[in-house]
Every structure is written in structure tokens, then in C-alpha cells.
């Protein structure tokens, strides 16, 4: 008889040990019986359907749950779970796997929303503590008072959350608040929970302290399904150069990419990129660096490339004209205005 | 007049002056205040006659206090010292001036230059109109202004001026009077 069969049909194919092949049949007989409890609910995790045996905590804190899976649908650090119309976040996990997996999860209490460098805003459920629980609120000297509070906010470790630095601010209130509180990233502890080197995830937990609502920055903006939130430091999306559509005579499209506000005193690198029809770049072009200005613009030329600089402080918020100009017609154009070096 | 009278004369000049100036209604860039015509309303909000704001700052703003202090007598007590302190606080967000083009001092330091070019030398306060101006006796000089962080994420600007004014015992009941 083959031995791999004689195996598979006693349960214990891949196993190296009747320890081993106990396992398995331990974890067989789990999985059969894993709905056969008033506890195993129908959850997403992560967004996909799974089956969790949720448990109430033997310290009667309700907002924290004993979790465990069948043996092999396991579930990491910072994972998401979605239980009765309730975000969960798991932040205890048994690494050791043989049978069952096991684990905590904490119920998350509020969105947290930033706007990430390309513009795309974030949105991350996140589990609160209060991390200032004996402060009157506010604090200051004999001259001036400012609001005193600090969030523990713990969220998952992500390719998103892992580009979060001091400083970054967020709304944390009541949902349609008229202006909410903003805090203010003071510290991120990312490595307490960090399982990831052995691919079981990981949790972070941020402190969030007290910060004044800036008018100017801090905007209110509709998300992609329509409801209105605050951002901090709101930005908009980085407007990417428009070209000029292919002239009929030259088939080219002409681009030309540099930082539409120059510092003055600071020489700054403007490039031009032609391209054809079919998208393919064009290195042979014969072309000429026009400036239009009212005032005197300093210019090196280099090819592709013309350094520009403006040396009179007068000209701050004063604006130019960078023209690219093929057989006399101007194929692209940049507004470029003088901005402060502070 | 009685010493301290001008204490309370200086500060409402002053203040006053300080309200009826667009350049320095757009300076302190008030987060709620945007209209010139409700610049009165920086008084107490943004203005303050006494060394505190006393509301918690929930807001990224400028704002400014007044004090008048008599620290002394000069002159074989024939005059008294007046002095002005003027501090202009602005949250570090607020230190740039970006809604006043071609700016490129901070927002303190230009209030501060504006501050000065307003009232350093003069020989009166109240403004053109005023039928009320409050004649100094000698000018109002600039005797310091420097800055610092006056406490987390906010910078301070401290200018001086001082002046002065007949001592009050020369006249009515006092040393010399009837």
C-alpha cells in the first residue's frame, strides 16, 4: 500500500510523530465542532467572512473580548474585526499556534483621519485610553491657559500608519461637531506589539496631545462616500503638470515639471520632457527656454533643464512665465511665482 | 492729574489707536474677527489692557497685552516714569505672515514695526480726530524690544516704550500744593 495514502486515510498525512498526528486530529475535531457554541459568531476580519468564538472577558471589562479561531484561520496583531456593526481591533495574539489560535480584541471607539503626503486621506478605527486621567484639562502659566489632554490611541502597524511622525495633528471628537478638538502626534510607540518579523502583524499605540484648531489649515472636506469630516493641516492633492494637448504640426506633448513656487535667493531646476503621440519620449527636439517676466529672473541652461533664481525680496508673491517655444509656437507653459524662504 | 491716571489714559489711547489701524487689524489676522469694521472686537479677544488672556486658547491666533508701570520718579520727583510694555504673543503657526503679501518678517516682528512706526517718538496719543488726545510731557520712546518663546509653541515680542508726567505731589494736596 502506499505509504501517503495509508497516511491521508488515517489522518495523519505530513505528520512526523503520533504526537503530531494527535494534533492534527485534535485540530480536525475543533474545526467540526467550532460552530457547535452560542460564542462562535460570523465576523469579517479584514473585510472577509470568517467564524470567531468571541468570550466575554473573565474581567467583566466589556469592551475587551477573548477571541479564538479554529487552527488554521488564523488572525494577527492589528487586525480588523467587524462584530455587530462594531470595529474591533485585535491587540493580543498567542504566537503559539499548535491548536486553536487565541487572542484579545478591543473594541475601537473612533476614526482616526489624516492626509497622507500624496494627499490621500487615511482613515484608521483606532482603541482610545485616556492618557491624561488626573489633569484639570488645561495648563499654562499666570499669562495664558491652552487645553491639556492626551489620547493612547492604538492602531494597527501598516505600509500607511508606519509614515506617521510627531508633529502630524487630527480632529478627535464628536462626530459633526461644529469645530473639534485637535491633537497633536507627541509619540508613537511602534515596536511594544510588534510581531511582524514573524509575519503575526502588529499594533502601535500613538500618544495624541491637545492642540489649537488652526482656521487656516484645519478644513472640513467630503469624503469619497459623501460624509463630511475635518482634516488637520488639510492640503490639496498635489496638481500634477497639465500638458498641452499634441499640436497637429508636431505630434508632441510637452511637459514641463519644477515647484511652482521658487524661493527667492534659492536657484531651483526646471525640466522639459517631449513626448510623441504614442507616449514615447522625444530626445532630439529642437527647442528654446522662454521667460516672461516683469523682473529679472536668473537663468542657466542646461538641455532639458534651465536653473532659474530670483534675487529681489520685492518680487515675493510675484509671478513668470516659463515658456517652452518649437518652430515659434509656445508648447508649454509654467506660472511660476516667488515665494519667501521662510 | 493724579500719577495713576495716566495708567489707565495710556492703555485706552492706546488701544484705540491700535483698533482704528488696518495695517494692524490684518497683522493680528483674527481667526474670527475678519471684517475691519468689527476690529472693536479684538478688544478683549485679541487686546488685552491687563498682563493675561484670561480665556483657555483653543485657537491658533496672535494676540496682545498692555501694562503701564510707574516703576519711579526721576527729576528730584518733579516728574514720574511711565512705561508702556507692550507683548505681542502669536502661536508659531500663526508667525508666518501669509495673509499680507510681500511680508517676509514674522508676524511678531511686524507687529512689532508697525507698533513702532506708530507710536515711537510721539508726543501724543489718541488718534487725528480725537477731540481727547492725551499730551505727553516729552515723547513716548522706544527703550527695548526683544523677543523669546514665551511658553510651548508660543513666541513673544516685548517692547517698552516709556515716557513721562508731572508727579502728582507737586500739584493738589501733595508735597507742594495748597
Known sequence: MDIDYYMKIQNA?????????????????????????????????????????????????????????CHDDKFNLGDYVIWNNQHWLIMAIDPDGKTWNRGYMYLCSLPLRWQNFEGKIIERWAYSEDFTKYSSGVVGNDKMQVGDNQYGLTIPIDSETVKLKRDIRFPIDCEGVEIPDFYKLSNRKSNLSNYEYFGRGG??????????????????????????????????????PTPIPPDETTDLSVVITGNRGLKFGFLRTYTVKFTDKDGNEVTDCDFEWKVISDFPVEQVENGNEIKLKVNDENRIDESFVLQVIVNDKVLSSLTVTVISIF | MANSSIVGDIKTKVISEIIQDEDLFRAINSPTISSFEASDKLVNTHIFRFDQNPDVVEKTITFITLQVHIPRSYSDNTFVKAQLEIFIISHVDCMKVNNIPKIIDNRNDYISRLLDNKF??????????????????????????????????????QMVFETKDVNDSLCDGGKYGG
Open chain 2, 120 to 157: 515711537n517718538g510721539r508726543t501724543y496719543l489718541g488718534t487725528e480726530d480725537d477731540p481727547n488726545k492725551l499730551q505727553l510731557y516729552g515723547s513716548l520712546d522706544l527703550v527695548r524690544n526683544t523677543e523669546g518663546a514665551y511658553r510651548k509653541y508660543y513666541l513673544y515680542r
Open chain 1, 13 to 69: 498525512y505530513g505528520t512526523k510523530s503520533k504526537r503530531e498526528k494527535d494534533l492534527v486530529k485534535v485540530n480536525q475535531n475543533m474545526a467540526k465542532h467550532f460552530e457547535d457554541t452560542f460564542d462562535t459568531e460570523d465576523v469579517m476580519i479584514n473585510g472577509s467572512p470568517k467564524k470567531l468564538m468571541i468570550i466575554k472577558d473573565t474581567d467583566g471589562n466589556v469592551f475587551k473580548k477573548k477571541i479564538k479561531s
Open chain 1, 203 to 240: 499594533i502601535m499605540t500613538l500618544t495624541a496631545s491637545y492642540a489649537e484648531f488652526n482656521p487656516e489649515k484645519d478644513k472640513k472636506v467630503t469624503l469619497d462616500d459623501g460624509s463630511n469630516v475635518w482634516i488637520a493641516d488639510y492640503h490639496s492633492p498635489a496638481d500634477p
